[in-house]
């Protein structure tokens, strides 16, 4: 969801049941704070921006998506990258992580690295709802974020 022609697509988990019911990723607060980062860099979910989810459908009972439900949505996610051509990919948490890299990931550990799935440059950083339980993190996903600018500026 967002700009068709964005130079950057963040990459999430999956719809909670308020994305569900909405029908739009990244409702609620951490949609909120999600929202705010992007625009102390200048960007919006309308321009520069997609959200796509490691995972098109929710998980029963909210739980964080498998391995094997990740793989089955692999696909979907392939065929948005193909239609959005993005110049960055942003991972936003463990499960986005493992669905670009195709492998499980820490997230402390990933982190200020570049990756790269099919010569898109990848970026991991932490997921909007975890900063909201821990705001201590907050600096590093905003570093995070500084060195996506670094490797791709948002136009």
């Known amino acids: 969801m967002g700009d068709r022609n964005a130079s950057w697509m963040l990459v999430g988990e999956g719809p909670g049941a308020d994305e569900d019911r909405l029908g739009e990723p990244f409702v609620g607060q951490a949609g909120k704070l999600l929202d705010h980062m992007l625009g102390a860099l200048g960007l919006t979910r309308e321009h520069q921006v997609f959200i796509a989810n490691a995972v098109k459908c929710r998980p029963p009972h909210n739980r964080t998506p498998e391995a094997d439900e990740i793989a ?6 392939q065929r948005q990258i193909e239609l959005v051509q993005p ?55 905003w570093e995070d974020l500084c060195f996506a600018r670094s490797l791709v500026p948002p136009v």
Do not use: M, W
Not at 72 to 77: H, K, V
Not at 92 to 111: E, F, K, V, W
């Open 72 to 77: 089955a949505c692999l696909p979907f996610l």
């Open 87 to 141: 110049k960055l990919l942003i991972a936003l948490g463990r499960p986005g992580a493992q669905a670009l890299l195709d492998t499980a990931i820490s997230i402390g550990a990933a982190r200020a690295k570049r990756f790269e799935r099919q010569g898109i440059p990848v970026v991991v950083t932490y997921h909007p709802a975890y900063l909201l339980r821990n705001p201590q993190d907050k600096g590093k996903a």
